[in-house]
């Protein structure tokens, strides 16, 4: 996206550019320090005439292909490559277990790059960061330079995804979760997320103004926590008290996240959102699975596999897989019929 030119510029029109690049210093650091900079905007271009997407979603899995990561990875390669995939979305805990070390941490390669070789694969992958991420150099895991190692990783605190009939607005949950804060095991990277108030203010605030902007005809928010889920750790009271009324305000159709090593589809009853879990890229099978409400829950799977999404026009079709690749439950919706029904 920046573009630079390696010409040689006489003096005077070199003085000149310089000037400018101060002036835009100047005035980029206006926009940062005004209370509600706008999240960081992609645009992902649809590949196909008919604006159709199709992507995968994985979890919970950068542990060097052990636990299966390598098995499930071979086999994302051969449904992305069945459905033509546009891009991966990672929810998170992307490096096990206290994230990278810096840009150069060989995990970096082998838990992402020398993993996920499959030509289907080399797509863009959008990564949110996981607690576990954080329990490593989050500025590393950040940075522009792992681009130029693997120019396939995108991986931001929060940020916008647009890619036409979609809108994908990816949020950093970490911060929002009280028991790290009073975690004494384990450290934090928590620089750039002080005062965390004004941060998580701020994030709400900007997610709020970018929700209500949005005219996409999907609308799917991607955290690592859950803000519904039977599995271990179970729903996240702050994502259910900060986040969720606003995905309730501002219709969005879909929240997928990782965190619990499973796979999982809950609904709503009283709303149209659909909870999406896809956090077992890797080691799984924890065997504790919290009673849930029947009429939401819709699929549970306690093992490893990923999660596929299509989307064209008013339709979406969802599946799980397994570690074998084999398809273990599908789920279609079309928006016309829920807005008549
Ligand atoms: C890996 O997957 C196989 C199924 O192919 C399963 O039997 C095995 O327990 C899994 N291994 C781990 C470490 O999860
Ligand atoms: C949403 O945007 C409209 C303008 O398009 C504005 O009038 C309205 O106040 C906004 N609502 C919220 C809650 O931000
Ligand atoms: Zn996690």
Same mark, same amino acid.
């Not at 649809?46 to 994985?58: I, P, T, W």
């Not at 009073?182 to 103004?209: E, F, I, M």
């Not at 009673?291 to 026009?313: C, E, I, P, T, W």
């Given at each position: 996206?920046? #573009?630079?030119?390696?010409?040689?510029?006489?003096?005077?029109?070199?003085?000149?550019?310089?000037?400018?690049?101060?002036?835009?210093?100047?005035?980029?650091?206006?926009?940062?320090?005004?209370?509600? *900079?706008?999240?960081?905007?992609?645009?992902?271009?649809?590949?196909?005439?008919?604006?159709?997407?199709?992507?995968?979603?994985?979890?919970?899995?950068?542990?060097?292909?052990?636990?299966?990561?390598?098995?499930?990875?071979?086999?994302?390669?051969?449904?992305?490559?069945?459905?033509?995939?546009?891009?991966?979305?990672?929810?998170?805990?992307?490096?096990?277990?206290?994230?990278?070390?810096?840009?150069?941490? @060989?995990?970096?390669?082998?838990?992402?790059?020398?993993?996920?070789?499959?030509?289907?694969?080399?797509?863009?992958?959008?990564?949110?960061?996981?607690?576990?991420?954080?329990?490593?150099?989050?500025?590393?895991?950040?940075? @522009?330079?792992?681009?130029?190692?693997?120019?396939?990783?995108?991986?931001?605190? #929060?940020?916008?995804?647009?890619?036409?009939? *979609?809108?994908?607005?990816?949020?950093?949950?970490? @911060?929002?979760?009280?028991?790290?804060?009073?975690?004494?095991?384990?450290?934090?990277?928590?620089?750039?997320?002080?005062?965390?108030?004004?941060?998580? #203010?701020?994030?709400?605030?900007?997610?709020?103004?970018?929700?209500?902007?949005?005219?996409?005809?999907?609308?799917?928010?991607?955290?690592?926590?859950?803000?519904?889920?039977?599995?271990?750790?179970?729903?996240?009271?702050?994502?259910?008290?900060?986040?969720?009324?606003?995905?309730?305000?501002?219709?969005?159709?879909?929240?997928?996240?990782?965190?619990?090593?499973?796979?999982?589809?809950?609904?709503?009853?009283?709303?149209?959102?659909?909870?999406?879990?896809?956090?077992?890229?890797?080691?799984?099978?924890?065997?504790?699975?919290?009673?849930?409400?029947?009429?939401?829950?819709?699929?549970?799977?306690?093992?490893?596999?990923?999660?596929?999404?299509?989307?064209?026009?008013?339709?979406?079709?969802?599946?799980?897989?397994?570690?074998?690749?084999?398809?273990?439950?599908?789920?279609?919706?079309?928006?016309?019929?829920?807005?008549?029904?």
């Amino acid at each position: 996206m920046v #573009s630079s030119s390696a010409m040689a510029k006489p003096p005077f029109a070199s003085r000149l550019h310089l000037v400018w690049v101060f002036c835009i210093a100047i005035i980029s650091s206006l926009a940062v320090s005004t209370s509600f *900079a706008e999240l960081q905007r992609l645009e992902h271009a649809a590949k196909r005439d008919d604006g159709s997407l199709s992507f995968l979603v994985v979890g919970d899995w950068g542990r060097r292909g052990l636990y299966n990561q390598s098995k499930v990875a071979l086999q994302m390669g051969r449904i992305g490559e069945q459905l033509d995939i546009d891009f991966v979305v990672s929810t998170g805990d992307n490096f096990y277990g206290h994230g990278l070390k810096n840009v150069n941490d @060989p995990a970096f390669l082998e838990s992402f790059k020398n993993i996920y070789t499959a030509k289907s694969l080399q797509k863009q992958w959008y990564s949110v960061l996981g607690n576990h991420d954080y329990r490593g150099n989050i500025e590393a895991q950040l940075s @522009p330079a792992l681009r130029k190692i693997d120019s396939r990783w995108f991986c931001q605190r #929060s940020f916008i995804v647009n890619a036409g009939i *979609a809108e994908f607005f990816f949020v950093d949950t970490t @911060p929002f979760v009280n028991k790290y804060l009073v975690d004494k095991d384990h450290n934090y990277d928590w620089r750039g997320v002080s005062p965390r108030a004004t941060y998580l #203010s701020d994030l709400l605030q900007d997610l709020k103004q970018a929700l209500n902007k949005s005219s996409a005809k999907w609308k799917i928010v991607v955290g690592h926590h859950a803000i519904r889920s039977a599995g271990h750790h179970g729903d996240t009271p702050e994502l259910i008290s900060l986040l969720l009324p606003m995905l309730k305000a501002y219709n969005v159709d879909m929240y997928m996240n990782g965190h619990d090593h499973c796979l999982e589809h809950i609904s709503s009853v009283d709303n149209p959102i659909q909870y999406l879990t896809s956090g077992a890229g890797s080691k799984a099978w924890r065997g504790d699975i919290k009673r849930y409400n029947n009429r939401a829950m819709k699929f549970y799977h306690d093992g490893q596999g990923f999660m596929s999404v299509k989307l064209a026009g008013s339709d979406a079709e969802i599946a799980f897989y397994d570690v074998l690749g084999r398809v273990l439950y599908t789920w279609k919706a079309s928006k016309q019929l829920h807005s008549t029904m």
